[in-house]
Structure formats: C-alpha cells, structure tokens
C-alpha cells in the first residue's frame, strides 16, 4: 500500500508539474485557433494609428499563425517585413511577460508604439500600470520571452 501510495503521490506532482516546463506558443493565437492577436490588423497600428479588424481574406501565415489584413497594402507591408510590424512578444500582454515571462491574452485597445515598435497588453489599466516603468518592463519582458515561448525555433542562431 505504502509504494502504491508513493507511486500514486510521484505521479500526481510529476503531472500537476509538466505543464509550468511546457513552453507556450510564440505568437498568441488563443486556445482554440490559430488567429494572431485576435483577428486585428498588425500593420494598422502603424499606418491609421487605431486598432483595425483583418480580413479572413488577407492573410499571412507567420510563425505558425494566421495574421489577417484590412488592406492588400498591410498585407504586403507585413509580408515584406514581419518583424517590423509584428507586436513585441507576439502579441502576448507587454506586462505579464515582463513579470516571470506570463503568457497573457490581449485587449487590442491596449497598445502604444515605442521606438517604432507595437506594445499590447491585458487591459487599458494594466498598461497603465506597464507605462509607469515601461523601460525596465520592456527590459524585462525581452529577457522572458524567448524562455517561456517557442520563439527561439524561428529565430537564426
């Protein structure tokens, strides 16, 4: 009884376990697609200045994700240049990957574009809680993403 018991208790912490070692997708699709940053145009936080559903007609597939496009225009700027318009992390919340490298959704309303680069986060409060030491998180998050993410398998090393 006492080894079925140590069996049953190794089994128990080794599975409630695996999944903090699990690393989680590089751009954040959500759970039951594979849509980047919910549907929203990426390119059109630079060009209108203001979050912008895509077109399930315009899209690009980029690091295993659908991203779509409000014009053929943000579709080839992106195609051109991914990196550039693509949000920080992909598109995980700024803040909760800053702290510990959290994998968080996104409120695409949440969004501010520093030094030419697209920052998403949770909520319109948490990123004002984010812009408050926006340096030190950007510094932060930058260092977590790659641990906690499958980024590094795109990356040329």
Known sequence: ????????????LFFTALPAFALDDAVNTGFFNDTAID?????????????TKGNKKLS???????????????LALFKGDPEKYAPQYGGWCAYAMSDEGRTVGIDPDAWVIH???LYLNY?????????KDKLTNIQQADMFYPKTTKVNQYLSH
């Open 60 to 74: 690009f597939t980029w690091r295993d994700a659908n991203w779509f496009f409000a014009s053929e225009e943000n």
């Open 115 to 117: 030094e030419g680069k």
């Open 39 to 51: 549907g929203y145009d990426t390119v059109a936080y630079f060009t209108v200045g203001k979050p």
């Open 1 to 12: 009884m006492r080894r079925l018991l140590t069996c049953l208790t190794f089994s128990l």
């Open 123 to 131: 909520s319109r409060s948490v990123q004002q809680e984010w812009l």
